[in-house]
């Protein structure tokens, strides 16, 4: 039947929540409104409410960071629940596509999920994929799938009729009204001006003299071609009189040799300017990204990855751009200039003043045209950025917003952007028209004025009449050296606006700066202690964690459990010095010494304490090169060691390529449990003194997740282990449990050995 459908008929009536969803609105009611643009407050609001969402004014960041995985698993579901809601009103039975909508979720949570789904019975055919025995439970068939087959088909008659009732969440309530939410921001210091940071960069580098030369070669090029031109000028209007060819001897060996040192020159000045505009851009491109490394995801959570891509790449290289077309060609013209007004001063000195003042008046004309364009080289940058920005969320969250039929929708707003920067660009181009033919207007009038000068000169017998020719060169070769000046300036003020934009992302306040001087962390028997943290997820959120305590002593282990939300992939993050803390501290404990975390510098820190949190990025390499990431010296035998210990082996050992398998953009080649199992991998990789995982068993069935478990367990014995869970894990596993209530850390004890803790506890 879909084969005979139009494809938006049939998305049209299909919901889909996929295994990882990727937000790619600005805020929760944008991101719930996808399953139906039409809707209304009080329908969003009331799907919100069913699935217990954030408010719907809630900024979501970058890919949903701003909220937790599981938050971002309940916005995906009301938007599901919007779209059936839309389909109802148009009569329509959709068909609803479920891919592990309990993942990341606590107990209480996973029945407010069960009930949502339990509540579409009768409403929409639900195909749903989950581990989860709650939600198989409500199916009225369940398939099982093995190495890709059904291989078992169970009726279970009734079940898509139960009613869940959902249990009393501790999350935040959702608002009453949509609104706008503020729009994230990121904590600033000064920016540097650009001109200061080419300076101090070219200084740094040692390419102020380099960049010296390039100019001077610029303007010995210039003033040569000035005296070829002249010299040339000179030669013809002399032979013309049939002069003894001796008379001549002179001006044409100088004719032969300006045009040979012109070109000489021009090669010199272009291979010095490019040199020098493409070693201070390499300079340039360490320079900020060895800034960026310190600022960390929290810091930079008020930008999005378009935007930064295009500051980083685009902005960065209009360096080259600015120094290549704007500051030599600049000290060319000025030495040009300067040379055919004393060239004509000397010849008749009212022609140089003449001469002097039209070229005085032409720079000034350019340089407010110039500073005209330049209102628009901010926004331009600026709407460049967002352009950008939409285009890789239209890229990065395209399988949803086809899904959803929001498509052509978000390409229009990338379209209206581009309208906007093209809008933007006119006025800049304008000018740079503008200067170019004031430029030729000034020097047309001052042409006639300076020859008129020249022959009163000839008629009272104070020039030659050969050396009138020459005059008029001077004319033409200083405003031809002044006619690049407009396209100049607009290229400068563009880089000027790049390099500011640039300058803005870096003077952000680092997430943890790191000390003056570094405090070498323990790294044998190492604990971790919390007193009275207070932390927030991101710079512009509320703080999550509030007056926590924690003692992790070493060689225990200790889970972190608690609603989906309530703060412990913040800790985490916290522990793993990604986050600054509002208020208290936290300490690396030894037997000899105790050490802040703030002492101790990022790069030092990965031996200490290292890990996995949800959210860390799969890169698009081998499956070996994205282990080698934390330690590019491991040897294969280390590699399958770690494989073994996470349920990788037999994965690995099936593919075609092996280890060299490509892994895909952030994993898209593999399912949500491989990526997990790879990532858990990563960790056990770097063998830290103290292991922080978030979720580690994320996305696996339940059998391969006590094995895995079961490894991981073993393999840590006796190292330090914090990890956080919605899932099961037998008592005598773990040592400890902290659970989060209100924002604190309460320890939670053990009725006998077989209690099960986590996601769920035993019936």
């Not at 899932?727 to 989060?740: E, G, H, M, T």
């Amino acid at each position: 039947a879909a084969a005979t459908l139009p494809v938006q008929q049939w998305r049209a009536g299909v919901a889909w929540l996929p295994q990882r969803p990727m937000p790619t609105q600005r805020t929760v009611a944008d991101e719930v409104r996808l399953g139906d643009p039409d809707a209304g407050d009080s329908e969003l609001l009331s799907v919100c409410r069913q699935c217990a969402t954030p408010s719907p004014q809630t900024a979501l960041g970058e890919d949903g960071r701003a909220v937790s995985a599981g938050q971002r698993r309940r916005i995906a579901l009301a938007r599901v629940l919007l779209r059936v809601e839309a389909c109802q009103r148009r009569g329509i039975v959709p068909l609803v596509l479920l891919d592990e909508p309990s993942e990341d979720l606590d107990r209480d949570t996973e029945l407010v999920v069960a009930s949502v789904i339990s509540a579409l019975a009768g409403r929409a055919t639900v195909l749903l994929a989950t581990h989860s025995e709650v939600l198989a439970a409500l199916a009225d068939r369940r398939l099982d799938l093995i190495d890709g087959r059904l291989a078992e088909v169970t009726e279970q008659p009734g079940a898509g009729s139960l009613r869940v009732k959902a249990a009393s969440m501790p999350v935040a309530a959702v608002a009453e009204e949509v609104g706008q939410a503020q729009a994230p921001a990121a904590v600033h210091r000064q920016a540097v001006p650009a001109r200061r940071w080419i300076i101090a960069l070219a200084r740094t580098e040692g390419m102020g003299g380099r960049l010296l030369q390039a100019a001077a070669l610029s303007a010995l090029g210039g003033l040569t071609a000035l005296a070829l031109t002249g010299t040339s000028i000179w030669l013809i209007s002399r032979a013309a009189e049939h002069p003894n060819v001796q008379a001549l001897a002179l001006a044409v060996v100088g004719v032969r040799t300006f045009a040979i040192g012109r070109a000489l020159l021009r090669y010199a000045e272009r291979l010095q300017a490019h040199d020098v505009a493409l070693r201070l851009l390499v300079a340039l491109r360490a320079k900020v990204f060895g800034a960026l490394v310190p600022l960390g995801p929290a810091a930079l959570g008020g930008y999005r990855r378009g935007d930064l891509l295009r500051r980083f790449v685009g902005d960065v290289d209009g360096l080259q751009d600015g120094l290549v077309r704007a500051f030599v060609p600049l000290s060319g013209a000025i030495a040009t200039g300067l040379g055919a007004c004393l060239l004509a001063g000397l010849l008749v000195p009212a022609a140089g003043v003449i001469l002097l003042s039209a070229l005085l008046i032409t720079g000034l004309l350019i340089g407010l045209l110039t500073r005209r364009s330049t209102v628009d080289a901010d926004p331009a940058v600026a709407l460049a950025g967002q352009r950008d920005e939409r285009t890789s969320a239209l890229i990065d969250g395209l399988s949803e917003l086809t899904a959803y039929g929001a498509v052509d929708r978000a390409v229009a707003e990338i379209a209206l952007l581009d309208a906007d920067l093209s809008r933007c660009t006119v006025r800049p181009a304008r000018a740079a028209t503008a200067g170019t033919v004031a430029s030729a207007v000034i020097a047309a009038i001052t042409l006639p004025v300076v020859l008129l000068t020249g022959a009163d000169a000839v008629h009272a017998g104070r020039l030659s009449a050969i050396s009138l020719g020459v005059l008029a060169v001077c004319v033409l070769a200083g405003f031809e050296a002044v006619a690049p000046l407009p396209s100049a300036f607009v290229a400068w003020t563009r880089c000027a606006a790049g390099l500011r934009r640039v300058a803005s992302v870096l003077a952000s306040t680092p997430a943890m700066a790191d000390p003056a001087e570094s405090v070498a962390p323990p790294t044998a028997d190492v604990g971790v202690q919390a007193r009275m943290v207070q932390v927030r997820p991101t710079p512009y959120a509320e703080p999550v964690v509030r007056g926590a305590d924690l003692v992790v002593a070493a060689g225990r282990r200790v889970a972190l459990t608690g609603p989906s939300g309530c703060g412990k992939s913040t800790v985490l993050a916290a522990v793993l010095r990604q986050l600054r803390l509002d208020h208290g501290e936290i300490e690396l404990t030894s037997s000899d010494h105790v050490v802040d975390l703030s002492a101790i510098r990022a790069a030092d820190l990965p031996p200490a304490v290292a890990g996995s949190l949800q959210g860390d990025h799969v890169f698009d390499v081998s499956l070996r090169d994205n282990l080698l990431v934390v330690r590019p010296d491991a040897e294969l035998a280390a590699l399958t060691d770690v494989a073994a210990r996470c349920g990788l082996t037999e994965f690995i050992a099936e593919l075609p390529g092996g280890w060299n398998t490509p892994a895909g953009v952030d994993g898209s080649q593999l399912s949500g449990g491989q990526r997990q199992r790879l990532l858990l991998a990563r960790a056990l990789l770097a063998d830290p003194a103290v292991l922080v995982l978030d979720e580690p068993t994320a996305h696996l069935d339940a059998v391969t997740e006590q094995a895995v478990l079961a490894d991981l367990l073993d393999a840590t014995s006796g190292r330090t282990v914090l990890l956080s869970t919605h899932r099961r894990i037998r008592a005598d596993q773990i040592d400890s449990v902290l659970r989060f209530e209100g924002g604190r850390l309460e320890h939670d004890t053990f009725e006998d050995g077989n209690r099960l803790i986590g996601a769920a506890v035993a019936d």
